[in-house]
């Protein structure tokens, strides 16, 4: 079955990076659009990137990068901003299909 791990969440300051990490497994990795997704509090889930393609609010400090061998994706964020703050989700869906996997989310926290 399907099963997305997200993990690499943490306290940061402004300013500062962190490297997300999505380990999936159960399924054909190339098979499947692969995306990350945010949650702040207070907040609806809101679309971060998809095969690489970003949000406005995180154009140019974020970056995703795919390891088709390892099965995983990551997300580099960088100077990051208190409105960054939020649980991370990576989400797969098949390419035919319009239902996404999600992982269980990780937490992401910018403050001083």
């Known amino acids: 079955q399907v099963q997305l791990v997200e993990s690499g969440g943490g306290v940061v300051q402004p300013g500062g990076s962190l490297r997300l990490s999505c380990a999936a497994s159960g399924f054909t990795f190339s098979d499947y659009i692969m995306s990350w997704y945010r949650q702040g509090p207070g907040r609806e889930r809101e679309w971060v990137s998809t095969?690489?393609s970003l949000a406005d609010a995180v154009k140019g400090r974020f970056s995703v990068s795919i390891d088709n061998a390892e099965n995983m994706m990551y997300l580099h964020m960088n100077n990051l901003k208190p409105e960054d703050t939020a649980v991370y989700f990576c989400?797969?869906?098949?390419?035919?299909?319009?239902?996404?996997?999600w992982g269980q989310g990780t937490q992401v926290t910018v403050s001083s």
């Open positions: 095969f690489g």
């Open positions: 989400g797969a869906r098949f390419w035919a299909d319009t239902n996404y996997y």
